[in-house]
């Protein structure tokens, strides 16, 4: 009956040998698929990772990852500063925490389990120059499929993933000590030490989380002296445990806190919160000397807004000022100029939630302009944070 099928289908052809070679792939095409479907349904396909890739295997998937980031990541724009110092400590920061165990690092090797992947994660510091700078970033922020490879968690924060890249260019010089000085700051003689000797003791369950905590922001809660990461001592308390729920919950977005904040548990955030509040009050150590200009006129914008941009004025919400202050608004004076100039511009593009009041911010910074915002952080940075009034306790209430 099929040969009867045929002879009358080629009849049908007209003898053209082209019709006869297109029909002869089709039919390959339509076994192979049934023959393939098959094999699938019956199990035997093999997706054991200890199997491993035929090497044309791994081959193809790899040249396709390559073509695919080259051709996808054209035309991102790489910025002029990922030699920038605070850069490069915010992504050492974050690869200790999200990308060590299965990349490895100087003087520290990959996880025994990443190494049973397939595919395996390469050791990056051996990897990292057959990459260029966008090419890198369009990686860390969308990810790989197929792989372990994660999309970045909190895809507004595209300065988060530049701070990864600035962090990935210095890898493949970089020494086991400067990886260690520049994840762990004043820990990197002893980074395997559980916490600082100030802070909890070992059997404090507090004590691990406080010791991550300050890889970043340094045992007195001061930062790392780069404007990389913010000062946390002193910081009001109710705006302090307010900011670690909007990180858990991805209200505020970062890549860097939400998979820390979101791993704790309202107690452990809340402790966190009441310690750094009642750390001694820190200011700025940025060794930079401070644009008194900016300073004087960003004190006047501060102190009276600009009444043709409709931008209120900063001190009745942040100080200084003699008045008692919501609890819920953050303490600005002494704090780093970068980090206060990067919050202003993540306000003014949207992509900065956090407390309740974010839309207040979002708002006022929308207005302002780039000089302006250099400015206002100018100022706030060199005011004395041990000098700030106390803050109200008033009808602001905890989320």
Known sequence: MLRSFLERFFDWLGGSLFRRLALGVALVLLMLGAGALALTSAGLVSISASSGHWPVTSWFLHYSMRRAVSTQSLGIEVPENLADPALIFKG?????????VCHGAPGRGQSLIAQQMTPEPPYLPSRISRWEPQELFWIVRHGIKFTAMPA????????????????????????????RQLAFGERAENPAAVAPEHLRSLSDPLGPVLADCARCHGPDGGGRATGAFPILAGQNQAYLLASLKAYASGSRASG???????????????????????????????????????VA???????????EQKVPSCIHCH?????????????????????????????????????????????????????????????????ERANRPEQGNNDAQEP
């Open 256 to 294: 860097v806190m939400q998979p820390i904040a979101a791993g704790l548990d309202d107690e452990v955030l809340g402790q966190l919160a009441e310690y750094y509040a009642q750390l001694p009050p820190v200011t700025s150590r940025d060794e930079a000397q401070p644009d008194l200009e900016a």
């Open 319 to 383: 100080g200084p000022s003699e008045a008692q202050r919501n609890r819920m608004y953050p303490v600005l004076a002494g704090q780093y100029p970068d980090y206060l100039a990067l919050q202003l511009q993540l306000f003014a593009a949207g992509e900065r939630g956090g407390t309740e009041y974010a839309e207040i911010m979002h708002s006022a910074a929308q207005r302002l302009t780039p000089d302006q915002m250099r400015d206002l952080a100018q100022f706030y940075a060199s005011l």
């Open 297 to 307: 006129r960003g004190s006047e914008l501060a102190a009276i807004g600009a009444k």
């Open 152 to 179: 970045w968690p909190a895809l507004k924060r595209d300065d988060e993933v530049w701070a990864v890249v600035a962090f990935l260019q210095q890898l493949p010089e970089m020494s086991p000590e400067r990886y």
């Open 92 to 100: 050492a920061g974050h690869f200790e925490t999200g990308c060590l």
